[in-house]
């Protein structure tokens, strides 16, 4: 098989790898592997790290948020070394498998598409490789949103609003740019129920 070829065919299994990767949702996994509780019928009912903790803890709760950031940062890590310097088309790769490993934590497979997080820790983890410094200035707003407010969600709204311009001030390109967009579209609209919550003033604190 010619290298270009190849190298075409690892690109394409790469994306859904990407997705499989994110559809692996740990906090489920991890809350039915050390307790008697199903995470979904608990709590919010969300399988994130923030629900974990109120539900299971502090230690499993950051072994989910590691396990649930790595999801992002592993097949993103894959598609930038695999990119390299190729410009348009290694940012659009590495958008597209960012957004795979995305969706795969909002629409879980493994789950039944249903049921899936809110997709700040993975696209932390997705950023943490493609733009370092724009996911420092996210967290930066995120730890002193929760501080000021006392709400992990009004945290990981602010986030994800400064995320696109982070990325944007950073230098990358509008590919990359645009991948951020859809991300913290997608971080608020998940967000939904907690929005309606925040305006109605029921949001649980920390």
Partial sequence: MPWYLS???ECLLLLP?????????WGLLLTRMFTSEDIRQEGSGNIGATNVRRVAGTHL??????????KGAVPVWLAASMAGSNGAWGDAFIALVSLSA?????????????????GVATAAGCFLIISPMALFVALLVFVLFICWLNRVSVGSLAAAAVLP???????????????AVIT??????RHKE???????GTEPGL
């Fill in 7 to 9: 190298k075409i065919l």
């Fill in 17 to 25: 790898f990407a997705y499989l990767l994110g559809s692996v949702p």
């Fill in 61 to 70: 709760a950051a072994l989910t948020l590691a396990g649930d950031m790595a």
């Fill in 102 to 118: 995305f969706f795969g934590h909002l629409y879980p497979l493994f789950i039944q598409f249903k049921d899936g997080g809110k």
């Fill in 165 to 179: 311009f982070g990325v944007w001030k950073a230098g990358h390109s509008g590919v990359i740019t645009g991948c």
């Fill in 184 to 189: 913290a579209v997608l971080i608020f609209y």
């Fill in 194 to 200: 907690n929005i309606i919550r925040l305006l109605e």
